[in-house]
């Protein structure tokens, strides 16, 4: 079975690729597959939104099966920020150093107690007659006051989970894979993808 993962970030594409290899059951495209699909403006004010938006759009034009995720970083004491903006939170344009270069220097002084925060993730199916199922997975932890680790991508420099002392990108994909937010949708997708097989 065709499956689209409704993205041109690399480290998604990796993520979702390892974590539904063990089913060995799907073709697995990306949009870099496809150079002359142009992606929806993201306009959704929730990952919800953004997750559905990009599903519905890229089944329909490409006529397959396609999973869509939208994820992010919120940090309480920010007022939910950097939540749907945590791509673009130094800028339109900004690369994943400036962001948490930006996070940093929001949350300069704040004590390890309102340090809190957890990543957020909403992965769409959708098939090209419409959505079919939507999944959302959370992680909680604390945000680190320098980063540290040099795999993953985003903030992960920056993000310890609860109950572990590594950040993200100290961990490395193994480990993560196993307890990301993004693993946590996923499972939850996996159900309904098995039973179209």
Known sequence: MDLVIATQNGHKI???RTLLRP?????IYSLLDFPDYVPPPETGETFEAN???KAEHAAKALGKWTLADDSGLVVSALGGEPGVYSARYAGENATDKENRKKLLKEMEGLDSDRRFAYFECCI??????GIR??????CEGLITEQERGGNGFGYDPLFIKHDYNQTFAELG???KNQISHRAKALEKIMITLEGLL
Do not use: M, N, W, Y
């Open 23 to 27: 089913s060995g059951q799907f073709d």
């Open 51 to 53: 997750a559905r938006l």
């Open 14 to 16: 990796r993520e979702i």
């Open 133 to 138: 199922k939507v999944a959302t997975g959370h």
């Open 124 to 129: 769409v199916l959708a098939s090209p007659q």
């Open 173 to 175: 994909e193994l480990v």
